[in-house]
């Protein structure tokens, strides 16, 4: 008697389409025990349907993937590609067991965690959320729109690519895993994430210092005489042509009035625009690296700052 065929059995891009769809909910109920599991076995419903026609079938497949799972949300996707052709092949007479399925997860959502928040968290979000802000601040209503409209075009179209790549590589594309990319890829991002954000420390960090710490008189006719301006304004008698010749005072370099006074700011900037703001991360980073937490140090910048403030130090 010739063999019976199995028919095989295909996933499709409708099947595709509900996982990536479903993976956005993947922390919608993370817990301490297994993390999210839940929002995984979520995802891989629409392919265990597909794939396995019997209950019990499905209720073991479904039971594999509520095992424990954790990786960062964005990078999940390559993962979710992975399991499904493993699960494709399964259903179709390969010899892949639990096992096999669980161990490729656990692979590969260490290294790839690794590599979501110095891209997602330390890379694109704060030079996009830097930039809508800044727009925000400008007063444009397209700051957050455009913070919104963008940010999720690039996730969701991460999630798809990274998710069709998984299913089509397979297996295969945990060779790249081992082979370094990741850590050349983490190391990459953390810099470029570290760069970006020391220069938006100094824009979106403010330190003032108007402790005087040199206050000379100016030789007579170096400066510009605010006390009698002052008079003639009061009288009434300043003309436009006054006007014009103080302020080319100014321009050719007078001061404003008989004294010329030099505040720790204007040292400050003469050597280096923004150090203030730059050190002050630098210190925030040390007491971190130290371990003190960040409540404490919260706490100890705001008593810096008014006991400054009370002092004359800062403004």
Do not use: C
């Amino acid at each position: 008697m010739d063999e019976v065929v199995k028919n095989e059995v295909h996933l499709t891009q409708k099947e595709l389409r509900a996982t990536w769809w479903r993976s956005f909910f993947l922390q919608g109920s993370w817990n301490y025990e297994r993390m999210q599991n839940v929002g995984w076995a979520f995802a891989m419903i629409p392919a265990i349907k597909k794939l396995y026609s019997s209950k019990e079938d499905r209720a073991a497949a479904l039971k594999r993937h509520l095992e424990f799972f954790n990786t960062h949300p964005y990078v999940a996707s390559p993962i979710l590609g992975v399991e499904l052709a493993l699960e494709e092949q399964r259903a179709n007479g390969a010899d892949i067991d639990d096992e096999t399925i669980q161990g490729v997860k656990v692979g590969m959502m260490g290294p790839l965690a690794g590599v979501g928040d110095p891209i997602w968290w330390g890379t694109v979000r704060p030079v996009l959320g830097a930039f809508a802000a800044g727009m925000a601040q400008g007063g444009s209503i397209l700051g957050p729109i455009i913070f919104f409209v963008v940010w999720n075009i690039l996730r969701m179209g991460f999630l798809w690519y990274t998710q069709d790549l998984g299913y089509k590589q397979g297996t295969n594309i945990t060779q790249n895993l081992a082979g370094g990319a990741m850590q050349k890829i983490t190391m990459g991002a953390s810099i470029l994430g570290m760069f970006i954000m020391g220069v938006l420390v100094p824009r979106w960090t403010t330190m003032n210092f108007p402790l005087v710490v040199s206050k000379v008189k100016v030789q007579e006719g170096a400066g510009v005489d605010m006390s009698s301006l002052a008079s003639q304004i009061n009288g009434g008698h300043v003309s436009v042509s006054k006007l014009i010749e103080i302020v080319n005072q100014i321009k050719g370099g007078q001061t404003l009035g008989a004294y010329k006074i030099t505040t720790l700011q204007d040292t400050l900037n003469q050597l280096i625009p923004g150090l203030a703001p730059l050190l002050l991360l630098f210190l925030v980073l040390w007491l971190l690296r130290k371990r003190v937490s960040a409540i404490t140090i919260i706490f100890g910048l705001f008593a810096v700052g008014i006991l400054a403030y009370w002092l004359g130090i800062m403004g």
